[in-house]
């Protein structure tokens, strides 16, 4: 079973950048649509971006133009790029297959902190 590690999350001010990263355990990048999910307090974990194997994205309404999902395949490594952040994008984030299967699990994701 491919594990996976979230990282590069922190507290950044309203308009700061911050990039994230999805490291896997093994190819999982090559054959799968990935994606990023973030769950905020008292809120329902949802899907923010995602790639496919083809490099092909797909970004939720309210971080497009804002977020950019990539891969290094070569690295077994998901990206995410994410600027203009908000308050309301303080979460925490997590990278996992799209859609999820019975047998995939959350790695302990990636706390990102936006400041108003």
């Known amino acids: 079973q491919v594990q996976l590690v979230e990282s590069g999350g922190g507290f950044v001010q309203a308009g700061g950048s911050l990039r994230l990263s999805c490291a896997a355990s093994?190819?999982?990048?090559?054959?799968?649509?990935m994606g990023w999910y973030r769950q905020a307090p008292g809120k329902e974990r949802e899907l923010v971006a995602s790639i496919t194997y083809v490099g092909s994205t797909n970004y939720a309404d309210a971080v497009k133009g804002r977020f950019t999902i990539s891969t290094d395949k070569a690295k077994n490594t998901l990206y995410l790029q994410m600027n203009s952040l908000k308050s309301e994008d303080t979460a925490v984030y997590y990278c996992n297959p799209v859609p999820r299967r019975a047998y995939d699990i959350w790695g302990q994701g990636t706390q990102v902190t936006v400041s108003a």
């Open positions: 093994g190819s999982i990048f090559s054959r799968n649509t």
